[in-house]
């Protein structure tokens, strides 16, 4: 369904003194727009975000999108309204991602993201982040090799206990956005075998703990029956075993000591299983 759009009028009041022609005319002060002029409304905002992030609707498509609905949008006006909002919305991402960080347990994967290189970049200031300067090295290598595109990255973070997804976006797989993103974690990092989240933990001064992820770990199990069927079923078996005892395990949880009496009898059993 298109969005339907509505014209609000706003009118505001001019106020004289009828006796002192020196005050002049005044009015109350305006509430501040999200761009100037304050033409738009968060809604119309809402839309454009949702159309491009939520139906990957680019501007020229969202140009024919609106234009059904009697309004005819410039792609720049468009950009400018993504940008004011992004703008507003920064210190709400930045609450999340200080929210994550409080809990102990986070999940950490990323997936490559084609980027368009841009034709110029902004000057780089001397102050700048580790971070800011890999991405200006990576677009400027990419622009003087003309390359239309790279492979980006783009980072997802949950929290075990805290059900908040928190995203981040990097121009390279480089550990620049993880180093950022985890400077105050402390708790287990649940993760891949990728070098860089090594090297985040050693250099974390024990505050982060890296744990291996079970779906990387089933993965490469089922891609090994072709070479070593016996050993690979072997596994097999013991994931299967060990999640049944997982789901039992969640029917004591709570209970305390019988809790804890279960789970430490039954991972015996398990590691004498695995050997």
């Not at 090295?137 to 783009?154: D, G, K």
């Not at 980072?155 to 059900?163: D, F």
Request: charged residues 25%.
């Amino acid at each position: 369904e298109r969005p339907k759009l509505r014209v609000r009028v706003t009118k505001y009041p001019k106020f004289a003194c009828t006796n002192h022609s020196e005050c002049g005319i005044t009015q109350p002060e305006r509430e501040p727009g999200l761009v100037e002029g304050n033409r738009y409304g968060a809604s119309v905002a809402a839309e454009v975000v949702t159309a491009k992030y939520g139906y990957h609707l680019p501007f020229y498509r969202q140009q024919d999108w609106f234009a059904g609905s009697g309004w005819c949008p410039t792609r720049s006006t468009l950009l400018n309204i993504l940008s004011a909002a992004e703008f507003v919305l920064r210190p709400l991402a930045a609450y999340y991602r200080k929210l994550l960080m409080q809990d102990d347990v986070i999940g950490c994967d990323e997936t490559p993201v084609t980027l368009i290189t841009p034709s110029v970049l902004p000057v780089l200031s001397d102050d700048a982040s580790p971070r800011d300067r890999r991405r200006h090295e990576v677009l400027s290598e990419a622009i003087a090799r003309q390359r239309p595109s790279l492979a980006a990255r783009m980072w997802a973070y949950r929290g075990v206990h805290l059900p908040i997804n928190v995203f981040d976006f990097t121009v390279s797989r480089d550990r620049c956005g993880p180093d950022d993103v985890l400077s105050e974690f402390r708790g287990f990092l649940m993760a891949d075998c990728w070098s860089g989240f090594k090297q985040i933990h050693l250099r974390s001064d024990l505050r982060i703990t890296r744990v291996a992820c079970m779906t990387h770990a089933r993965r490469k199990v089922l891609e090994s029956l072709g070479n070593s069927t016996f050993d690979a079923a072997r596994i097999s078996r013991f994931e299967v075993t060990r999640v049944a005892v997982q789901s039992c395990w969640r029917s004591f949880h709570g209970l305390g000591a019988a809790f804890f009496c279960v789970r430490s009898s039954d991972s015996a059993q398990l590691s004498s299983y695995a050997v």
